[in-house]
Protein backbone atom coordinates (compact mmCIF):
# COMPACT_ATOMS: atom_id res chain seq x y z
CA UNK A 1 0.00 0.00 0.00
CA UNK A 2 1.73 3.38 -0.77
CA UNK A 3 2.33 5.82 2.04
CA UNK A 4 -0.07 8.21 2.41
CA UNK A 5 1.82 11.60 3.11
CA UNK A 6 -0.10 13.92 5.97
CA UNK A 7 1.24 17.68 6.41
CA UNK A 8 -0.24 17.38 9.98
CA UNK A 9 2.71 17.18 12.82
CA UNK A 10 2.91 13.88 14.07
CA UNK A 11 4.41 13.00 17.47
CA UNK A 12 4.95 16.50 17.82
CA UNK A 13 7.19 16.77 14.72
CA UNK A 14 6.93 20.13 13.44
CA UNK A 15 5.19 20.27 9.88
CA UNK A 16 8.53 21.52 7.64
CA UNK A 17 10.44 18.42 9.11
CA UNK A 18 7.88 15.90 8.47
CA UNK A 19 7.36 17.66 4.81
CA UNK A 20 11.24 17.90 4.06
CA UNK A 21 11.15 13.70 5.43
CA UNK A 22 8.36 13.04 2.92
CA UNK A 23 9.99 15.02 0.24
CA UNK A 24 12.88 13.01 0.20
CA UNK A 25 11.82 9.78 0.28
CA UNK A 26 13.31 7.08 -1.60
CA UNK A 27 9.71 6.07 -3.39
CA UNK A 28 9.32 8.93 -5.46
CA UNK A 29 5.56 8.67 -5.72
CA UNK A 30 5.93 9.60 -2.06
CA UNK A 31 7.79 12.43 -2.97
CA UNK A 32 5.12 13.55 -5.85
CA UNK A 33 2.53 13.29 -3.30
CA UNK A 34 4.52 15.17 -0.52
CA UNK A 35 4.62 17.83 -2.97
CA UNK A 36 1.04 17.32 -4.68
CA UNK A 37 -0.48 18.07 -0.73
CA UNK A 38 1.95 20.92 0.14
CA UNK A 39 0.68 22.88 -3.23
CA UNK A 40 -2.90 22.10 -2.40
CA UNK A 41 -2.05 23.44 1.26
CA UNK A 42 0.05 26.45 0.68
CA UNK A 43 2.13 27.64 3.47
CA UNK A 44 5.26 29.60 3.57
CA UNK A 45 6.79 27.88 6.29
CA UNK A 46 7.35 24.80 3.67
CA UNK A 47 9.30 26.86 1.44
CA UNK A 48 12.52 26.18 2.20
CA UNK A 49 11.85 22.66 1.98
CA UNK A 50 10.44 22.82 -1.49
CA UNK A 51 13.74 25.11 -2.85
CA UNK A 52 16.23 22.54 -1.30
CA UNK A 53 14.50 19.86 -3.13
CA UNK A 54 13.72 21.41 -6.09
CA UNK A 55 18.03 21.53 -6.18
CA UNK A 56 18.51 17.88 -6.03
CA UNK A 57 15.34 16.10 -7.04
CA UNK A 58 16.11 13.43 -9.97
CA UNK A 59 12.63 13.00 -10.95
CA UNK A 60 11.11 15.25 -13.70
CA UNK A 61 7.38 14.99 -12.55
CA UNK A 62 8.56 15.49 -9.25
CA UNK A 63 10.19 18.61 -9.55
CA UNK A 64 7.31 19.65 -11.92
CA UNK A 65 5.10 19.48 -8.93
CA UNK A 66 7.52 21.23 -6.74
CA UNK A 67 7.43 23.96 -8.89
CA UNK A 68 3.75 24.11 -9.10
CA UNK A 69 3.89 24.58 -5.20
CA UNK A 70 5.89 26.77 -5.28
CA UNK A 71 3.67 29.19 -7.23
CA UNK A 72 1.34 28.38 -4.69
CA UNK A 73 3.10 30.23 -2.20
CA UNK A 74 3.36 34.50 -2.13
CA UNK A 75 5.54 35.91 -4.70
CA UNK A 76 6.70 38.32 -2.33
CA UNK A 77 8.18 35.53 -0.20
CA UNK A 78 9.05 32.83 -2.69
CA UNK A 79 10.89 35.27 -5.03
CA UNK A 80 13.86 36.60 -2.23
CA UNK A 81 14.85 33.32 -1.58
CA UNK A 82 14.48 31.93 -5.36
CA UNK A 83 16.94 34.88 -6.12
CA UNK A 84 19.87 32.69 -4.14
CA UNK A 85 19.65 29.72 -5.73
CA UNK A 86 20.40 31.60 -9.06
CA UNK A 87 23.90 31.59 -7.88
CA UNK A 88 23.88 28.26 -7.06
CA UNK A 89 27.14 25.79 -7.28
CA UNK A 90 24.88 23.24 -8.63
CA UNK A 91 23.27 23.14 -12.16
CA UNK A 92 20.11 21.37 -11.15
CA UNK A 93 19.69 24.10 -8.51
CA UNK A 94 19.90 27.36 -10.95
CA UNK A 95 17.92 24.94 -14.05
CA UNK A 96 15.15 24.54 -11.49
CA UNK A 97 15.03 27.77 -9.92
CA UNK A 98 15.09 29.36 -13.85
CA UNK A 99 11.95 27.11 -15.08
CA UNK A 100 10.49 28.10 -11.88
CA UNK A 101 10.44 31.68 -12.22
CA UNK A 102 9.02 30.94 -15.51
CA UNK A 103 5.93 29.83 -14.21
CA UNK A 104 5.50 32.45 -11.93
CA UNK A 105 5.75 34.89 -14.66
CA UNK A 106 6.75 38.10 -12.32
CA UNK A 107 8.62 40.78 -14.84
CA UNK A 108 10.43 41.97 -11.65
CA UNK A 109 12.83 39.12 -11.85
CA UNK A 110 13.97 39.83 -15.37
CA UNK A 111 17.48 41.74 -14.26
CA UNK A 112 18.13 38.40 -12.23
CA UNK A 113 18.30 36.91 -15.94
CA UNK A 114 22.04 37.58 -16.39
CA UNK A 115 24.40 37.16 -19.28
CA UNK A 116 26.24 34.37 -17.14
CA UNK A 117 23.12 32.47 -17.00
CA UNK A 118 22.75 32.93 -21.02
CA UNK A 119 26.15 31.78 -20.77
CA UNK A 120 25.77 28.54 -18.32
CA UNK A 121 28.44 26.29 -19.28
CA UNK A 122 25.88 23.62 -18.52
CA UNK A 123 23.40 23.40 -21.57
CA UNK A 124 20.60 22.92 -19.44
CA UNK A 125 20.75 25.52 -17.34
CA UNK A 126 21.22 27.87 -20.66
CA UNK A 127 18.67 26.41 -22.07
CA UNK A 128 16.12 26.85 -19.46
CA UNK A 129 17.96 30.34 -18.89
CA UNK A 130 17.03 31.48 -22.61
CA UNK A 131 12.88 29.70 -21.97
CA UNK A 132 12.32 32.07 -19.07
CA UNK A 133 13.95 35.11 -20.79
CA UNK A 134 11.69 35.05 -23.96
CA UNK A 135 9.33 35.26 -20.97
CA UNK A 136 10.07 38.16 -19.14
CA UNK A 137 11.62 40.34 -20.99
CA UNK A 138 10.27 43.83 -21.19
CA UNK A 139 9.20 45.15 -25.05
CA UNK A 140 12.10 47.76 -25.45
CA UNK A 141 14.69 45.18 -24.50
CA UNK A 142 14.22 42.70 -26.74
CA UNK A 143 16.73 43.24 -29.39
CA UNK A 144 19.37 43.56 -26.28
CA UNK A 145 18.22 39.90 -25.48
CA UNK A 146 18.68 38.89 -29.01
CA UNK A 147 21.98 40.12 -29.67
CA UNK A 148 23.05 38.30 -26.51
CA UNK A 149 21.53 34.42 -27.54
CA UNK A 150 22.89 34.93 -31.02
CA UNK A 151 26.17 34.79 -29.84
CA UNK A 152 25.04 31.07 -28.55
CA UNK A 153 24.16 29.95 -32.38
CA UNK A 154 26.17 26.57 -33.43
CA UNK A 155 26.29 25.86 -29.53
CA UNK A 156 25.57 22.17 -28.29
CA UNK A 157 23.97 19.05 -29.68
CA UNK A 158 20.26 18.89 -31.47
CA UNK A 159 18.17 19.34 -28.74
CA UNK A 160 20.55 22.26 -27.32
CA UNK A 161 20.35 24.22 -30.73
CA UNK A 162 16.09 23.83 -30.87
CA UNK A 163 16.19 25.45 -27.75
CA UNK A 164 18.12 28.32 -28.84
CA UNK A 165 16.01 28.62 -31.83
CA UNK A 166 12.63 28.16 -30.63
CA UNK A 167 13.76 31.14 -28.26
CA UNK A 168 14.67 33.23 -31.05
CA UNK A 169 11.27 32.34 -32.67
CA UNK A 170 9.53 33.75 -30.01
CA UNK A 171 11.23 36.76 -29.72
CA UNK A 172 9.27 37.65 -32.89
CA UNK A 173 10.97 39.73 -36.01
CA UNK A 174 13.35 41.91 -33.83
CA UNK A 175 15.78 38.90 -34.25
CA UNK A 176 15.89 39.64 -38.24
CA UNK A 177 18.75 41.52 -38.52
CA UNK A 178 20.75 39.83 -35.89
CA UNK A 179 19.95 35.94 -37.98
CA UNK A 180 20.97 37.86 -41.40
CA UNK A 181 24.13 39.07 -39.77
CA UNK A 182 24.82 35.33 -37.89
CA UNK A 183 23.96 33.66 -41.61
CA UNK A 184 27.29 35.46 -42.90
CA UNK A 185 29.37 34.14 -39.94
CA UNK A 186 32.62 32.25 -41.06
CA UNK A 187 31.65 29.73 -38.76
CA UNK A 188 29.91 27.34 -40.53
CA UNK A 189 27.83 25.76 -37.80
CA UNK A 190 26.76 29.34 -36.42
CA UNK A 191 25.45 30.27 -39.93
CA UNK A 192 23.70 26.51 -40.33
CA UNK A 193 21.82 27.35 -37.27
CA UNK A 194 21.20 30.79 -38.22
CA UNK A 195 20.19 29.98 -41.85
CA UNK A 196 17.84 27.39 -39.91
CA UNK A 197 16.25 29.38 -37.33
CA UNK A 198 15.67 31.98 -40.06
CA UNK A 199 13.96 29.60 -41.98
CA UNK A 200 11.80 28.03 -38.95
CA UNK A 201 11.16 32.00 -37.89
CA UNK A 202 9.82 32.47 -41.34
CA UNK A 203 7.96 28.57 -41.71
CA UNK A 204 7.28 27.56 -38.41
CA UNK A 205 5.98 24.07 -39.87
CA UNK A 206 8.82 23.11 -41.26
CA UNK A 207 10.11 21.12 -38.40
CA UNK A 208 13.71 21.95 -37.08
CA UNK A 209 15.72 19.12 -39.34
CA UNK A 210 14.32 19.89 -42.33
CA UNK A 211 15.36 23.40 -41.56
CA UNK A 212 18.82 22.52 -40.73
CA UNK A 213 19.13 20.67 -43.86
CA UNK A 214 18.08 23.33 -45.61
CA UNK A 215 20.33 25.67 -43.99
CA UNK A 216 23.17 23.36 -44.91
CA UNK A 217 22.72 23.62 -48.06
CA UNK A 218 22.59 27.13 -48.30
CA UNK A 219 25.80 27.47 -46.37
CA UNK A 220 27.59 24.58 -48.39
CA UNK A 221 26.30 26.47 -52.12
CA UNK A 222 25.86 30.09 -51.03
CA UNK A 223 23.04 31.73 -50.88
CA UNK A 224 23.41 33.09 -54.66
CA UNK A 225 23.91 29.17 -56.02
CA UNK A 226 21.28 27.66 -53.76
CA UNK A 227 18.70 30.64 -55.19
CA UNK A 228 19.90 29.31 -58.57
CA UNK A 229 19.50 25.46 -57.72
CA UNK A 230 16.13 26.34 -55.80
CA UNK A 231 14.45 27.95 -59.20
CA UNK A 232 15.81 24.97 -61.36
CA UNK A 233 14.11 22.49 -59.37
CA UNK A 234 10.86 24.58 -59.60
Known sequence: MQEVVSINPVNGTPQNVRVADALSAAD????LQAALV?????EVGFLEA???RCAVEPD???RDMLTWAL?????????PRLRRELDSEHPRARSQTLHTLSKIGDRSAWAWITRDLLRDADDEVARTAWRVAVVLV???????????????LGRGDRSTQLSLSRALVDLGDVTEPALARA????????AAHAGATEVLRRNPEIGFDAAVDEA??????????AAAAETAEC
Open 71 to 79: TRLPPETTL
Open 60 to 62: FFV
Open 138 to 152: PEDEKKGLVDELVTQ
Open 28 to 31: SSVR
Open 216 to 225: KRVVALGPER
Open 38 to 42: VGSNP
Open 183 to 190: VADPDPAV
Open 50 to 52: LVE
